[in-house]
């Protein structure tokens, strides 16, 4: 089983609507959590760290966590075609010295 | 701001080379991070050094070696490249543990 896993998709969605990126994590004692997106042939940049239970809202973009199911999720709110790309989870260890990332959804937002 | 850097960004190598990946970062991070990205597929961990003078294996460590040069530079070392190792590799550095990573523009590797 992989420390962080999620769908690889693609997850295709129309203009305007809501996207819902999903990540499960397997190391109960984490402590944050990061989104990042990664354009084809590029780095990865950061969305949004989450540390505590709940929903943390930044613009069109949503993470909520829940630490007793272990699962992290990203909403995005009006999606446009510019949101196209891979989604990267990535999650601390309970040492929070390494950061382990899952093998990314790939979001396809259609005009 | 240069952030992280890497060197070089396109390398062809044949199998048995060897060669050094190089990583800087100019903002006085503590933590830095090796990973490879295979197609379709997300960052795995190679090595990291979560302040200067430690090394520690990730994920995927065998057939490389790190170095942690300062505080500013880390780099890894391919001895003897294979095929298996042709991959698109980033840097990586963070201020503290449990803070956001930066990531540097990546190096694409290709062994034949």
């Known amino acids: 089983q992989k420390e962080v896993e999620q769908n690889s998709g693609p997850l295709s969605v129309p203009e305007g609507a809501i996207a819902s990126l999903n990540c499960t994590y397997s190391?109960?004692?984490?402590?944050?959590f990061f989104w990042y997106r990664q354009y084809s042939g590029k780095s990865p940049e950061l969305i949004m760290f989450?540390?505590?239970?709940g929903d943390k809202e930044d613009g069109r973009f949503t993470a909520q966590l829940n630490k007793a199911s272990q699962y992290v999720s990203l909403l995005i709110r009006d999606s446009q075609p510019s949101d196209s790309a891979t989604y990267l989870c990535?999650?601390?260890?309970?040492?929070?010295?390494?950061?382990?990332f899952g093998g990314g959804t790939r979001l396809m937002v259609k005009p | 701001n240069a952030g992280v850097t890497q060197t070089p960004k396109f390398q062809v190598l044949k199998t048995g080379q060897s060669m050094t990946l190089q990583c800087a970062q100019d903002?006085?991070?503590?933590?830095m991070y090796w990973y490879r990205q295979d197609p379709g597929m997300g960052l795995r961990l190679i090595y990291y050094?979560?302040?200067?003078?430690?090394?520690d294996k990730g994920e995927v460590p065998n057939g490389y070696n790190v170095s942690r040069l300062n505080k500013r530079e880390f780099s890894l070392r391919l001895e003897s490249a294979a095929p298996s190792q042709t991959s698109v590799y980033f840097c990586?550095?963070?201020?503290?543990?449990?803070?956001?990573?930066?990531f540097g523009q990546g190096t694409r590797l290709t062994v034949v």
């Open positions: 989450i540390y505590s239970n």
């Open positions: 990586a550095s963070r201020v503290l543990v449990n803070a956001e990573a930066f």
């Open positions: 050094s979560a302040s200067e003078g430690t090394t």
């Open positions: 990535a999650v601390n260890n309970n040492a929070g010295n390494m950061l382990t």
């Open positions: 190391d109960r004692g984490s402590q944050s």
């Open positions: 903002m006085n991070h503590n933590s």
